[in-house]
């Protein structure tokens, strides 16, 4: 069986600095992995190079055994793995239809014509709860409900592979809870999800599997159980003093 | 992708009733003349309007299209072709030179994609003034002077008008056109969703670069005499960018609305001195920067609205 | 060919065309830096620079070299209100919106230009004007070298300034960081103010110098804004510094071009090298350095 996707010696040089070192994984398709790790440590970037058109410095990405090392952000997601952005961009001038029609529209190995399209688009807004606020300008609306939308243009792709970029930032617990059980709703459909997360709660819960970086470097890879009990985890988010708990 | 219902069926009606003008008064040249020059303003407005207003891209530099098409038709002309089978040929020329320019430009964020179109559209100029064999130099180019009627260059540039606005409208409700906007939101994450950003990019800049080269082919035949810094001047680049600006940059009808007023002041005030219009239009466009970034549709629009509030 | 004799004199010719050149195109630096704004208007001002020196000239028979520093407080106050009058409305909105703006500005002081003056060439005429030095062998125009000489005292002025008093260190701070200097108080509303009356002035200066070397009209400027560019984008955006390095770049480009082609293509040069340094290399020379250094 295939992995969903395969990282092999994945590193990102910007001048000096190296922002992702050496990282080799392979994430089995189906179930939910969660990247964490203390701020800088390179979880974006790492999402960048695979699908985010940022060539890696050295190092392949494989989605499901094919080579997409480099390709550009609208090959990639052309081809299953779409990507959220940490920082919401909902398209300001459209409504929360058109935003999710864009996905629909362009996303997808297949292109759909416009009738189905839009048929897709409305699905996946009833999917995510967003359809009371179809005719709505995208630049209206709340927080929580542009974190959905953001997911909600992602999902309407029709990925295989989901990379979802702190999605849970900023939210109420109440708007934690509901953003939990969209995530697990998108894993029950048979979607792959790669999730970096700093709400640790959340992403303990939610991940089968979770990978932690510092400094670029993947310095632990298990069960949350395991993970939260590993010093060097600890040492990397609460600094030496607090290594031995 | 949010058409309205009544200027749907606007657009069909108002064309006929102008198709009618020279059937009706066709002696009337000066009307004729009106509206010759405005229906190409028209055309050319919609056209820059794909790229500036549905992509976001602000070029400066349309002029090096609309002369690379009067030129193309010029040439050809003097070379004993019927005008008429120049214009799709000027409009190929000017949008293969836009895929040339366009491709490296395009990459560029918007501001500084606008410096480098002023570089470009300049540098055409100055190249057409000195391939003086090619182009008359200085002297200008001398064209023949058996030409159609005013009637038939009227209705030549309506059914430009009438071309370009249709090609213009069904980009906007086509998928092509959803892309454009989303690019020009948020390029980034219009990539991430799968638009091919750059293919659309210069599509829109060749699709539109192709209709102005064509209307330059028109231009060039009721003109019959070319010189470089008329059809390749800056003061040509700049009236695309302000008629859509003033119109409204983005919507369907803005240009239109921009293109009509900005040559009927143009017209009014040409006696006087011939760029006096560009101080109207500049406090104007500095008006509707600060004040309604929608330009004239933006405050028609506002006006229709409390219109229906007020019944 | 060419002499060596002919070649230094292009030289000496380029040099003292950098200077005036570098000066034209600070204040769009210093704009564009403190900013991130372009100024289109640059050249408008510019050109009204040459004509307020004509004015003083023609009433007060002031030398245009000091007509050019009076400009210096007059346009500063000048671009003080067009920030604040205009400027600072545009600049939550996206960056083509304050480009558009200052067009529309250029346009309108373009065309008041021509409404007060007509499009009649104007010039300059001092006791001086036709006078020529002979230095090591070589005729040199006393106009242009007054202009290099005077160009070069401003920018070691404003190079000490910028480096030494608290409006100067404020300013490149902000070009270096704009968050970084909010963070330690630096009133960045009011530094832009200041930027952009500073980036005024220095184009009313550079109009002042330009009266005095050649003739003009209201639509002088065109050709000099998108050298001024190309200066800034050839010297690296960002880069204060960089600006000396820009202007002699194109100057000593155009110069040399001349040379083997028709000299009416001349701006040419500006245009494709303003065209491949955006496409190249937007951070100019200073990050070609850079690069070179890593």
Same mark, same amino acid.
């Given at each position: 069986m295939t992995a969903a996707l395969t990282l092999e010696h994945l590193t990102k040089r910007f001048g000096g600095l190296v922002a992702v070192q050496d990282v080799t994984v392979e994430i089995a398709a189906g179930g939910i992995t969660g990247l964490i790790g203390p701020n800088g440590a390179g979880k974006t970037t790492l999402f960048r190079v695979i699908t985010g058109g940022v060539r890696p410095s050295a190092g392949r990405a494989l989605y499901y055994g094919r080579e997409i090392t480099g390709w550009s952000a609208h090959a990639v997601c052309r081809l299953g793995a779409c990507v959220t952005h940490q920082i919401v961009r909902p398209f300001a001038d459209l409504t929360v239809l058109e935003n999710v029609l864009v996905g629909a529209a362009f996303g997808g190995s297949h292109r759909l014509g416009g009738l189905t399209a839009r048929a897709e688009a409305e699905a996946v807004l009833e999917f995510t709860g967003l359809a009371r606020r179809r005719d709505v300008l995208a630049s209206t609306l709340t927080l929580a409900e542009r974190k959905r939308l953001e997911i909600a243009r992602a999902l309407a792709t029709r990925p295989r592979v989901l990379l979802l970029d702190e999605v849970l930032a900023g939210l109420t617990p109440a708007e934690t809870d509901q953003a939990v059980a969209l995530v697990r709703a998108i894993r029950d459909r048979g979607i792959t999800i790669v999730m970096i997360e700093h709400v640790m709660r959340a992403v303990m819960d939610l991940s089968d599997r979770v990978l932690v970086l510092n400094y670029g470097r993947l310095i632990a890879d298990g069960l949350p159980a395991e993970v939260t009990r590993n010093p060097q985890v600890i040492e990397a988010y609460l600094g030496r003093d607090f290594g031995v708990m | 992708m949010r058409a309205a219902r009544p200027a749907a069926l606007a657009a069909p009606v108002i064309g006929i009733l102008l198709a009618l003008v020279p059937v009706i008064a066709p002696r009337n040249v000066s009307l004729l003349n009106l509206g010759f020059f405005t229906f190409l303003y028209v055309a050319r407005g919609v056209a820059w309007n794909i790229l500036g !207003?549905? %992509?976001g891209y602000i070029s400066f530099g349309y002029a090096a299209f609309f002369g690379l098409g009067a030129y193309t038709t010029a040439l050809l002309w003097l070379r004993g072709w019927a005008p008429v089978a120049t214009y799709p040929l000027a409009g190929l020329v000017a949008a293969a030179f836009s895929l040339v320019v366009g491709a490296? #430009?395009?990459?560029?964020v918007g501001p500084y994609f606008s410096i480098a179109t002023i570089g470009v559209g300049e540098a055409m100029r100055i190249l057409a003034l000195n391939l003086d064999r090619v182009t008359g130099g200085a002297s200008g180019l001398n064209l023949p002077t058996t030409v159609p009627s005013k009637g038939w260059f009227y209705t030549a540039a309506l059914v430009c008008a009438a071309v370009s606005f249709a090609i213009a409208a069904g980009v906007r409700r086509s998928r092509f056109g959803l892309g454009l906007q989303a690019l020009r939101m948020d390029q980034e994450a219009a990539e991430s969703l799968g638009v091919r950003t750059a293919l659309f990019k210069n599509l829109a800049h060749i699709l539109s670069a192709f209709l102005v080269g064509a209307c330059g082919g028109l231009e060039a035949t009721y003109l019959q005499y070319l010189h470089p810094d008329s059809v390749f001047g800056f003061t040509e680049s700049i009236s695309l960018v302000l008629i859509t600006l003033i119109g !409204?940059? !983005? #919507?369907?009808?803005g240009p239109v609305l921009g293109a009509a007023v900005f040559y009927a002041v143009q017209d009014y005030l040409l006696a006087s001195y011939p760029t006096l219009h560009l101080l109207v239009y500049g406090v104007l466009l500095i008006l509707i920067l600060l004040f309604e970034p929608k330009g004239l549709a933006g405050l028609a629009a506002r006006l229709w609205r409390r219109m229906q509030v007020s019944r | 060919m060419y002499t060596a004799q002919d070649l230094i004199s292009v030289g000496i010719s380029a040099l003292l065309t950098a200077g005036l050149y570098a000066v034209m195109s600070y204040g769009l630096a210093i704009i564009y830096g403190v900013m991130?704004?372009? *100024?289109?208007?640059n050249a408008g001002f510019v050109m009204l620079g040459a004509f307020l020196t004509l004015v003083y000239f023609q009433q007060w028979h002031l030398d245009p070299i000091l007509g050019a520093f009076l400009n210096l407080p007059v346009f500063f106050v000048m671009g003080w209100l067009v920030y604040r009058l205009l400027v600072r409305r545009v600049m939550t909105a996206l960056p083509i919106a304050s480009l558009l703006l200052l067009f529309a500005l250029w346009l309108v002081v373009q065309n008041v230009a021509l409404l007060i003056w007509g499009s009649e060439d104007q010039s300059i005429i001092t006791a001086y004007t036709y006078k020529a030095l002979a230095l090591l062998g070589f005729r040199i125009s006393l106009t242009r070298l007054l202009v290099f000489g005077v160009a070069l005292a401003v920018l070691t002025v404003l190079h000490y300034g910028l480096g030494h008093t608290y409006i100067g260190k404020a300013l490149r701070a902000t070009v270096q960081d704009p968050q970084a200097a909010l963070l330690v108080g630096i009133d960045t509303g009011r530094i832009s103010a200041v930027a952009f009356g500073l980036g005024t002035a220095f184009a009313g200066f550079a109009g002042g110098l330009l009266a005095l070397l050649f003739s003009f009209t209201p639509d002088f400027g065109g050709s000099f804004q998108l050298k001024s560019f190309t200066i800034i984008v050839l010297g690296g955006?960002? *880069?204060?510094? !960089?600006v000396t390095v820009g202007a002699a770049i194109l100057a000593f480009a155009e110069s040399f071009a001349v040379l083997f082609m028709? %000299?009416?293509?001349?701006?040419v040069v500006a245009y494709a090298l303003l065209v491949v340094a955006l496409i190249v290399m937007p951070g100019g020379v200073a990050q070609l350095l850079a690069r070179s250094r890593s």
């Amino acid at each position: 069986m295939t992995a969903a996707l395969t990282l092999e010696h994945l590193t990102k040089r910007f001048g000096g600095l190296v922002a992702v070192q050496d990282v080799t994984v392979e994430i089995a398709a189906g179930g939910i992995t969660g990247l964490i790790g203390p701020n800088g440590a390179g979880k974006t970037t790492l999402f960048r190079v695979i699908t985010g058109g940022v060539r890696p410095s050295a190092g392949r990405a494989l989605y499901y055994g094919r080579e997409i090392t480099g390709w550009s952000a609208h090959a990639v997601c052309r081809l299953g793995a779409c990507v959220t952005h940490q920082i919401v961009r909902p398209f300001a001038d459209l409504t929360v239809l058109e935003n999710v029609l864009v996905g629909a529209a362009f996303g997808g190995s297949h292109r759909l014509g416009g009738l189905t399209a839009r048929a897709e688009a409305e699905a996946v807004l009833e999917f995510t709860g967003l359809a009371r606020r179809r005719d709505v300008l995208a630049s209206t609306l709340t927080l929580a409900e542009r974190k959905r939308l953001e997911i909600a243009r992602a999902l309407a792709t029709r990925p295989r592979v989901l990379l979802l970029d702190e999605v849970l930032a900023g939210l109420t617990p109440a708007e934690t809870d509901q953003a939990v059980a969209l995530v697990r709703a998108i894993r029950d459909r048979g979607i792959t999800i790669v999730m970096i997360e700093h709400v640790m709660r959340a992403v303990m819960d939610l991940s089968d599997r979770v990978l932690v970086l510092n400094y670029g470097r993947l310095i632990a890879d298990g069960l949350p159980a395991e993970v939260t009990r590993n010093p060097q985890v600890i040492e990397a988010y609460l600094g030496r003093d607090f290594g031995v708990m | 992708m949010r058409a309205a219902r009544p200027a749907a069926l606007a657009a069909p009606v108002i064309g006929i009733l102008l198709a009618l003008v020279p059937v009706i008064a066709p002696r009337n040249v000066s009307l004729l003349n009106l509206g010759f020059f405005t229906f190409l303003y028209v055309a050319r407005g919609v056209a820059w309007n794909i790229l500036g !207003g549905f %992509a976001g891209y602000i070029s400066f530099g349309y002029a090096a299209f609309f002369g690379l098409g009067a030129y193309t038709t010029a040439l050809l002309w003097l070379r004993g072709w019927a005008p008429v089978a120049t214009y799709p040929l000027a409009g190929l020329v000017a949008a293969a030179f836009s895929l040339v320019v366009g491709a490296p #430009t395009l990459r560029l964020v918007g501001p500084y994609f606008s410096i480098a179109t002023i570089g470009v559209g300049e540098a055409m100029r100055i190249l057409a003034l000195n391939l003086d064999r090619v182009t008359g130099g200085a002297s200008g180019l001398n064209l023949p002077t058996t030409v159609p009627s005013k009637g038939w260059f009227y209705t030549a540039a309506l059914v430009c008008a009438a071309v370009s606005f249709a090609i213009a409208a069904g980009v906007r409700r086509s998928r092509f056109g959803l892309g454009l906007q989303a690019l020009r939101m948020d390029q980034e994450a219009a990539e991430s969703l799968g638009v091919r950003t750059a293919l659309f990019k210069n599509l829109a800049h060749i699709l539109s670069a192709f209709l102005v080269g064509a209307c330059g082919g028109l231009e060039a035949t009721y003109l019959q005499y070319l010189h470089p810094d008329s059809v390749f001047g800056f003061t040509e680049s700049i009236s695309l960018v302000l008629i859509t600006l003033i119109g !409204g940059l !983005g #919507t369907l009808w803005g240009p239109v609305l921009g293109a009509a007023v900005f040559y009927a002041v143009q017209d009014y005030l040409l006696a006087s001195y011939p760029t006096l219009h560009l101080l109207v239009y500049g406090v104007l466009l500095i008006l509707i920067l600060l004040f309604e970034p929608k330009g004239l549709a933006g405050l028609a629009a506002r006006l229709w609205r409390r219109m229906q509030v007020s019944r | 060919m060419y002499t060596a004799q002919d070649l230094i004199s292009v030289g000496i010719s380029a040099l003292l065309t950098a200077g005036l050149y570098a000066v034209m195109s600070y204040g769009l630096a210093i704009i564009y830096g403190v900013m991130k704004v372009i *100024n289109l208007s640059n050249a408008g001002f510019v050109m009204l620079g040459a004509f307020l020196t004509l004015v003083y000239f023609q009433q007060w028979h002031l030398d245009p070299i000091l007509g050019a520093f009076l400009n210096l407080p007059v346009f500063f106050v000048m671009g003080w209100l067009v920030y604040r009058l205009l400027v600072r409305r545009v600049m939550t909105a996206l960056p083509i919106a304050s480009l558009l703006l200052l067009f529309a500005l250029w346009l309108v002081v373009q065309n008041v230009a021509l409404l007060i003056w007509g499009s009649e060439d104007q010039s300059i005429i001092t006791a001086y004007t036709y006078k020529a030095l002979a230095l090591l062998g070589f005729r040199i125009s006393l106009t242009r070298l007054l202009v290099f000489g005077v160009a070069l005292a401003v920018l070691t002025v404003l190079h000490y300034g910028l480096g030494h008093t608290y409006i100067g260190k404020a300013l490149r701070a902000t070009v270096q960081d704009p968050q970084a200097a909010l963070l330690v108080g630096i009133d960045t509303g009011r530094i832009s103010a200041v930027a952009f009356g500073l980036g005024t002035a220095f184009a009313g200066f550079a109009g002042g110098l330009l009266a005095l070397l050649f003739s003009f009209t209201p639509d002088f400027g065109g050709s000099f804004q998108l050298k001024s560019f190309t200066i800034i984008v050839l010297g690296g955006l960002e *880069n204060l510094a !960089g600006v000396t390095v820009g202007a002699a770049i194109l100057a000593f480009a155009e110069s040399f071009a001349v040379l083997f082609m028709r %000299a009416s293509l001349q701006d040419v040069v500006a245009y494709a090298l303003l065209v491949v340094a955006l496409i190249v290399m937007p951070g100019g020379v200073a990050q070609l350095l850079a690069r070179s250094r890593s």
